[in-house]
């Protein structure tokens, strides 16, 4: 297991690598001068040259990349170019926001996907597994920035059941600002999820080990949800891992729809303004979550299987 462990964690440490450069090249191939669009029009020929250098631009590219990468081992991100305050600083305080969003989705969605793929397995071909099938598809097929929209309008501003923007005070405040977003960008994974299972869980079930526990007398209940389902989840588990990108995107959307302070928004307002230290400090954030989710979850799959250990 340590071997598998060390194996996984040396290739995220290589994607994380790659990706990142990937995007520092993209950026910089951006059109446009990114000193003037921040300074604006009416800046000084000194303060752009000062501005120019503090940023680098005025070297080579892989010069630029050398100088990011050295400043990233040391822990600076950078300086924001508006405020003065530490890259570091600025992303760590609005990432919290986003994590909370993210986690709120992905306990609700795959509770309640797990649930409706497990019982439609156990009774298939019956109105229960068609109606979970047909709100599955249904589900997978709502565009999160629509579903956030909707509800918006139909619980805080028809209803009034929740609040409409911002993130509350305190416990319990903050939760019930969290159910509309969490609710937008994780209903389409209940539906996946559930597809999910059902699959997997149908293919489990037909399994020996099954037949031989179904020979031997054990409760149904307990021969799905002990037996069958501790397998049937490997794929979800992966699935989630490989989400966190998508759910990372989504978040984007329910933060801008519902006024929430978070990653995303904070890299689309850094992209408007062409601000590079605070969206390759985002970037490399939301790359490093991204990654390590996905090692996370070989892990958990290698944990519950120890076949997978010695697949790669």
Do not use: C
């Not at 950026?27 to 990114?34: C, K, M, T, Y």
């Not at 597994?129 to 589900?139: E, N």
């Not at 005070?169 to 999910?196: E, K, M, N, T």
């Not at 989630?240 to 801008?256: H, K, N, P, Q, T």
């Amino acid at each position: 297991m340590l071997s598998f462990a060390l194996r996984r964690f040396a290739l995220a440490a290589l994607i994380l690598l790659v990706a990142v450069t990937l995007m520092f090249l993209m950026i910089r191939a951006v059109p446009g001068d990114p000193v003037q669009i921040m300074l604006g029009p009416r800046a000084t020929p000194e303060l752009q040259a000062r501005l120019t250098a503090e940023l680098a631009l005025d070297q080579p590219i892989w010069r630029q990349l050398v100088i990011f990468y050295g400043n990233m081992l040391q822990g600076d991100l950078g300086t924001d170019v508006f405020s003065g305050r530490s890259v570091t600083q600025i992303v760590f305080q609005q990432l919290p926001f986003t994590l909370e969003l993210i986690f709120a989705s992905i306990i609700w969605s795959a509770a309640l996907g797990i649930l409706l793929g497990a019982y439609a397995a156990a009774h298939p071909n019956t109105v229960i597994d068609r109606t979970v099938a047909v709100l599955s598809v249904s589900f997978v097929a709502a565009p999160a920035f629509v579903v956030a929209l909707l509800s918006l309008l139909l619980f805080a501003v028809h209803l009034q059941w929740f609040p409409a923007i911002g993130v509350g005070d305190g416990f319990w405040d903050r939760l019930d600002h969290l159910v509309l977003p969490a609710f937008a960008i994780g209903l389409s994974w209940v539906g996946y999820i559930a597809r999910l299972v059902r699959a997997s869980m149908l293919e489990v079930l037909g399994e020996n080990h099954i037949r031989t526990a179904r020979a031997f007398g054990l409760a149904e209940r307990r021969i799905v949800m002990v037996y069958a389902l501790r397998i049937a989840i490997l794929p979800v588990v992966t699935v989630i891992g490989v989400g966190m990108g998508f759910l990372l995107s989504a978040a984007v959307f329910a933060e801008i729809v519902f006024a929430r302070p978070g990653l995303g928004k904070l890299v689309i307002d850094s992209i408007t303004t062409r601000n590079y230290p605070i969206v390759m400090g985002s970037v490399l954030i939301s790359t490093g979550l991204f990654v390590v989710s996905t090692a996370l979850a070989d892990l958990i799959n290698a944990w519950l299987d120890p076949r997978a250990r010695t697949s790669t």
